[in-house]
C-alpha cells in the first residue's frame, strides 16, 4: 500500500532539500576563498617577478653601455697604436 505524504512530510523534504544546497554552496563558498587566497599569492610573486625583470632590464641596459665603451676603448687603442706607427 502506498504511503500519503503529509504536508508535514513535504516540508521535512524540502527542508533537506534546502540544507543540502546550503551545504553545497558552502562548500563551494569555501573552495572560492581558498582560490581567491591562491590568487592573492600569485599576484605577489608576479608583482616580485616583474619588479626583479625591470631590475635585470636596467643591469642588462647599463652593460650594454659598458659593451659599447669597451669596443670604442679598444678601437681607440688601435687607432692610436696605428697613429703611432706611422
Known amino acids: 500500500m502506498k504511503k500519503e ?6 516540508a ?21 576563498t581558498g582560490l581567491e587566497s591562491e590568487m592573492v599569492k600569485m599576484n605577489k610573486r608576479m608583482d616580485r617577478v616583474e619588479s ?5 632590464r636596467t643591469d642588462l641596459k647599463g652593460k ?6 669597451l669596443n670604442l676603448e679598444r678601437r681607440v687603442n ?6 703611432q706607427m706611422a
Open 5 to 10: 505524504i503529509t504536508l508535514e512530510d513535504l
Open 12 to 32: 521535512v523534504m524540502i527542508g533537506k532539500g534546502f540544507n543540502e544546497t546550503t551545504d553545497r554552496f558552502n562548500k563551494i563558498e569555501k573552495r572560492m
Open 52 to 56: 626583479e625583470m625591470k631590475g635585470i
Open 64 to 69: 650594454a653601455n659598458l659593451t659599447d665603451l
Open 78 to 83: 688601435k687607432l692610436e697604436a696605428s697613429l
